[in-house]
């Protein structure tokens, strides 16, 4: 290994456990083994607060804590104690027994239904017309992609599935890595990839009849906080499930809290289904190909589209883009005879855009984001996972193999990384100024997920452009730093650089966009509504709105100054919006 892959390593080792008995007595043996191992408690300290930190980021960032304190925290509360009122008591019970057997408190325990509170919180907003408030920050969440692949397009024509988990805990999710073994009294001996002191199987799961789950956010209108919580589901699923129709049917008896879209794939059966949930139902969506399927963040079904909130153009491009590049790995991979796990782990790292394949970029609608804090590829007929060991994006590895395997006494232990493979090619790890420069981009995330004040990150922005200039996501960033601190007209040389630099349609137009409004606002309106013209040349499907947006500007006059202060930007979708 280079020094820049050594530095890669997780933390902490992953952590191994073996429970076995009722969900009951497996609790007290996961709270008494984590008692034990150590090292869940950064994780737990988090949890209850993720939902509101997401919540708050899509408000201007002077009036985060106001909104935080008024609005936000008291509706998480009650959204949190109607979803902890729905769980299936032997779950429940499995999280209270394993509370009482460490030092976390009951409160932080009951924060455990969080990812269906924060989607549902989204939905419940929308249906009040208040949908823009977490708009352009759905982003630390929804970008997981999953891909299976199976007869042609795998090397030996067995299941492969390949997931990366896209989730806002950088800096200990990914510094933790666990897989737990469950070998209930009742059901199908199963286990599930977590970090230390998450007992989520509403994530990625397997058993050993070859039934492999992984999760993934939606967001839609139909949620309902006195559903099934995702963690209790995960369990329902990866226990009783022996066949597909098995899988679908566990998941048509619950009335589901929240909006997801749930890819399975079965090793015996060689195939793989996806199924979307909101509140209301499910819909099962048939593989896109004969022999792969792939998911990330957006509906599938057409009834269901319906509903789905559409919370910003940047966010779908974003899902699709992913779901595109997904795809042109498994096409050339079947021209090359199929994909082996060490494909599929590259396809979970790579930096490219399906529509801008040329170089890699420090983020954008890339398959290896800022917050993948847990990838893997489940080889179910080798009984294997091959899990990343590395820090976030640890879709770039390395990698370690973990056996499928059961017969192990009520325990836990450490694996040895020193055999980890695989480790991402990535400019980003070869290249020593554009690995700094990445590493002050992930620093300005961190900071600004931790509501740092800005100065703090445009430190980190402004030491990333200076190594990486080109870059057009950079550029963008810096644009709207300057537009925060009410500088248009320092701000239009980013956009105006990033736009050049930028080969994909859809970016190039919000780019375009940006400088169009920060010409404007510096007084610049000639200028402006040559930005705008271009912009509204352009050929992209999703870009029709922000061009119907850019043509009122283009006749009435953009924002001003003062408006584009109140810029509310995603550091990991690249993305921006003015509030209101």
Known sequence: ???????????????????????????????????????YQDVISYYPRMAEDLLILAAPRKIRNKLARSIIRPGLQYGLSKLNNARIPEYAAR????????????????????????????????KFKMVE????????????????????????????????????????WDESPMIVFCTPDKGIPYGFISTRGADVPGVSAFNQEGINVTFHTRFHRDVDFNGTPVVD?????????????????????????????????????????????????????????????????????????????ETSATFLEHSFNRQKRMQQFIQQGIVKGGLNSADLESMLGNMTEAEALEEERVMGSVLGQYCTVSSMVIAPSKAEVRMSVGKAPTGWGPYITIPM??????????????GASNQSNTVFLTDSIKHKAYE?????????????PLDIIESEITSAVALAPQDPALNFLMGTIE???????????????????????????MLHLWAARSAGASGQETLAHEYYRTLLALEHSLLSGTQAQAYKEYKSGGPSTKTLKNIVVSYMLIDAHVAA
């Open 440 to 452: 002050h981009y992930r620093a300005a995330c961190t900071h600004d997920f931790k509501g740092a």
């Open 233 to 309: 589901l995960g369990h329902d699923i990866i226990r009783r499930s022996r066949t597909l129709k098995e899988a679908i049917s566990v998941v048509k008896e619950h009335r589901i809290a929240s909006s997801w879209g749930i890819t399975i794939s079965s090793a015996k059966e060689k195939s793989a289904v996806l199924i979307e949930t909101t509140s209301t139902g499910s819909r099962v969506v048939k593989p896109q190909g004969g022999n792969w399927l792939v998911n990330t963040n957006h509906y599938f079904d057409p009834e269901l589209q319906q509903g789905q909130l």
């Open 483 to 509: 537009l925060e601190k009410g500088n248009p007209h320092k701000a239009l040389p980013f956009f105006v650089e990033g736009a050049n630099q930028e080969p994909g349609v859809f970016r190039k137009g």
């Open 405 to 418: 395997d059961w017969s192990g006494n009520v325990g836990y232990s450490i694996v040895d990384t020193k």
């Open 133 to 172: 408030l977490a708009a352009p920050h759905l982003t630390p969440v929804p970008a997981c992609s999953s891909a299976v692949v199976w007869d042609e397009a795998s090397q030996d024509g067995d299941i492969l599935h390949a997931r990366n988990f896209d989730f806002p805990g950088v800096g200990f």
């Open 1 to 39: 290994m280079t020094d820049l892959q050594v530095n890669r390593l997780a933390k902490q080792p992953p952590l191994v456990l073996q429970l076995k008995g009722s969900q009951l007595t497996m609790g007290q043996q996961l709270g008494e083994l984590l008692h034990e191992a150590g090292g």
């Open 95 to 126: 999280t209270h027994a394993a509370v009482e057997s460490t030092d976390i408190t009951p409160a932080t325990a009951k924060s455990i239904p969080i990812m269906d509170l924060f989607q549902n919180s989204v939905g419940f907003l929308s």
